[in-house]
């Protein structure tokens, strides 16, 4: 049992440090040497950037006697401290330093009653006259430092428990200590202070790679420097051990380290020199093996996942008993608790796939992995329900219950959280030959995408899908996919493609009424963009003749309006102001906020083809406010432009000038 920080004043002690002084049965005959002790290692000459931490370390020496420093495998953490240390001058009295070997590659950690001799032996008291007790060790160590102006890392501590009996009480010693895991329990016991220490920024994360490989070489070099930073995340011994490993080859172009690190089977190899210090799987391992079972296993599983966070609810799915793993998971700085979840560093996700390839038996980790993807495509769909009621469902395959999504609302939140993890996903199950959920991820995902014109993302997850549906050889699939291709290529103006993807299906054999009167529908809004009127004119009114004989009112409604933007383009404005006035009591009947936001929008153009500006701005407020209730970014966008001209048409170029800035910064926004 460790006893308790002894936190009395100077002066409440039985004694107090001088010749002749007793702790215990121990007598000091002399007081120690004068000269400052100075036991502070070597640290590396790149180091760069950490001014915010460098500064809280130096403030803190005035409000508090203990700072712990903590952080993920590599961070820095000894690097910062020590650096720090060595250029403070507000240590005169002397600087120690202990590693307590919390985390490392062999042997136990440092015992707090052996922490205690070695700082009392660094303080020069001779062994024979060092207290055997821990307590009269702890008691000593603290009256001789109570009134010396010293500083004490204690390095890569384990635990609270290991550094507790070492702390100072109330004078002007001060302990930094560093360590993997968060040591919250030392805020609570004893008022240390805290930096949780993260990734370099990448400006000084090239910064460190230019300090081992010259100026010229990374000027020369800069997108492969910048690759390189990308790749080691921030880290700085990864940094380190990638510029290390370029400097050994100075004429070499830096495209083989480049490869070698961008593929995840080579990395963490790519990123190993010739000692367990400087070797980023070793690193790593020693904080996995530090691990409960449950942990480990936990963090294995999400070395499975392909995205950059985590949710608590997936997680759930992956283990049991997933809050306290992960507590402990974030309590060794493993992951990261962020507002959308936990996040896995790139590095350690590697670490973690390459320890459950050789810990997880292979049925483990597939029934891991279809659990993964089908929490994803449940979720999902039952989100993208609440984004748009009126879209044709697709068949699932049973799965676990979904986490409830009560609103459009949470579901655009949700969406928002989840939409990287969720391609992320599609790409996982088309790599791994989950076919039926390639294709049902991506279709889950359409209408987020669009919503918010991602449709270069919604490309490339379609024809990813579109492989996967043609190999299942399922004609509903293949539809579904091509559709959703067809509705991305329109949106980035790739109408060629759109309307090929459009005719294909119409092609395939045995398609339903529904499909064949919306792939019509379509193709309509294809030729329409590419300026081919009379084809788009058949399109729409076969596809309008199929949704009345359906009876699908908001196919129907779709139609007329495509139709008036037919007219529009025409010129002929009273037919088009006709035809979406038609639309705009059939939307609502369905209450479909898409469709009556479009109709408006649509309905705006022709109005101001007739003259009719201010009845045309009205609609474009309307538009717009709906649009913004939605969220349908892009498309806001292109109505707040639209606005504008109609108000330049007004005589209000003030006004016009703000809704066309306000486009401007939605686009900018969008990355667009």
């Known amino acids: 049992m460790i006893p308790p920080v002894d936190n009395r004043p100077h002066g409440a002690h039985s004694t107090v440090l001088h010749a002749g002084a007793v702790y215990g049965n121990v007598h000091l005959h002399q007081t120690p040497s004068t000269r400052p002790p100075d036991q502070l290692p070597a640290v590396t000459r790149h180091f760069v950037g950490r001014a915010p931490e460098t500064d809280h370390l130096t403030t803190a020496t005035d409000q508090a006697r203990v700072c712990v420093i903590d952080g993920p495998p590599g961070v820095g953490k000894t690097t910062l401290a020590v650096h720090w240390g060595k250029a403070s001058t507000a240590f005169p009295d002397g600087k120690l330093y202990m590693d307590l070997k919390g985390f490392a590659p062999s042997?136990?950690?440092?015992?707090?009653?052996?922490?205690?001799?070695?700082?009392?032996?660094a303080l020069r008291i001779p062994p024979d006259r060092i207290p055997a007790d821990l307590g009269t060790r702890t008691a000593l160590f603290r009256d001789l430092v109570h009134e010396q102006a010293i500083l004490v890392i204690l390095d890569n501590a384990r635990d609270s428990d290991q550094v507790l009996p070492l702390l100072p009480g109330d004078g002007r010693c001060f302990t930094v200590i560093t360590s993997r895991r968060r040591l919250s329990a030392l805020s609570a016991l004893y008022g240390a202070d805290h930096i949780h220490l993260p990734p370099l920024e990448p400006t000084d994360s090239r910064t460190l790679i230019t300090g081992y490989i010259g100026q010229e070489r990374a000027t020369a070099e800069k997108p492969a420097i910048e690759r390189i930073a990308r790749l080691c995340a921030g880290l700085p011994l990864a940094l380190s051990i990638a510029a290390a490993t370029a400097a050994q080859r100075p004429t070499a172009a830096l495209a083989w380290l480049v490869s070698d690190l961008a593929d995840e089977r080579t990395r963490l190899s790519a990123l190993s020199l010739d000692a367990p210090a400087a070797d980023m799987s070793a690193v790593l391992s020693w904080s996995y093996y530090r691990l409960t079972a449950p942990a480990a296993r936990l963090f294995r599983l999400l070395g499975l996942h392909p995205g950059d966070t985590v949710s608590a609810d997936l997680a759930a799915v992956l283990h049991t008993d997933s809050r306290s793993a992960l507590a402990e998971l974030?309590?060794?700085?493993?992951?990261?608790?962020?507002?959308?979840?936990?996040?896995?560093?790139?590095?350690?996700?590697?670490?973690?796939?390459?320890?459950?390839?050789?810990?997880?038996?292979?049925?483990?980790?597939?029934?891991?992995?279809?659990?993964?993807?089908?929490?994803?495509?449940?979720?999902a769909f039952r989100a993208d329900r609440l984004l748009n009621s009126h879209r044709k469902p697709i068949p699932l395959?049973?799965?676990?219950?979904?986490?409830?999504?009560?609103?459009?609302?949470?579901a655009i939140e949700w969406f928002t959280a989840e939409i990287d993890n969720l391609l992320a996903a599609a790409r996982l199950a088309a790599a791994t030959r989950h076919r039926e959920r390639a294709w049902q991820l991506p279709w889950t995902a359409v209408n987020f995408l669009y919503l918010h014109g991602r449709w270069q993302d919604s490309v490339a997850a379609q024809r990813d899908a579109l492989g996967a549906a043609r190999a299942l050889g399922d004609t509903v699939a293949v539809t579904r996919t091509l559709r959703g291709l067809a509705r991305a290529h329109n949106e980035l103006g790739e109408c060629e493609q759109a309307r090929d993807c459009y005719s294909a299906v119409l092609d395939l054999p045995d398609a339903d009424p529904n499909t064949l009167a919306d792939t019509l529908n379509g193709r309509a809004g294809s030729h329409l963009r590419l300026g081919d009127l009379g084809a788009a004119q058949a399109d729409a009114t076969e596809a309008l003749r199929r949704y009345t004989a359906?009876?699908?009112?908001?196919?129907?409604?779709?139609?007329?309006?495509?139709?008036?933007?037919?007219?529009?383009?025409?010129?002929?404005?009273?037919g088009a102001v006709a035809l979406h006035g038609r639309a705009l009591p059939l939307f609502r009947a369905k209450n479909d906020r898409y469709g009556q936001a479009n109709a408006l929008a649509a309905l705006a153009l022709a109005l101001r083809g007739l003259g009719r500006l201010v009845p045309a701005a009205t609609c474009q407020v309307r538009a717009i406010a709906e649009q913004e209730a939605l969220g349908t970014h892009f498309h806001l966008a292109d109505t707040h432009r639209e606005l504008a001209a109609t108000l330049e048409l007004l005589g209000e170029p003030t006004a016009a000038r703000a809704h066309r800035e306000r486009a401007q910064r939605i686009l900018a926004e969008l990355d667009r």
């Open 397 to 410: 395959p049973p799965g676990p219950g979904a986490p409830v999504i009560a609103d459009y609302a949470a």
């Open 330 to 379: 974030v309590s060794h700085n493993l992951v990261t608790e962020s507002a959308t979840g936990y996040r896995v560093h790139d590095l350690v996700r590697a670490y973690a796939k390459e320890r459950c390839m050789a810990d997880e038996p292979e049925d483990a980790r597939e029934a891991a992995v279809t659990a993964m993807l089908d929490h994803y495509l449940h979720t």
């Open 107 to 121: 042997g136990d950690p440092v015992d707090p009653a052996q922490a205690a001799l070695m700082l009392l032996s």
């Open 550 to 574: 359906l009876d699908d009112t908001i196919g129907r409604a779709s139609t007329v309006n495509l139709l008036g933007r037919i007219a529009t383009r025409r010129g002929d404005h009273p």
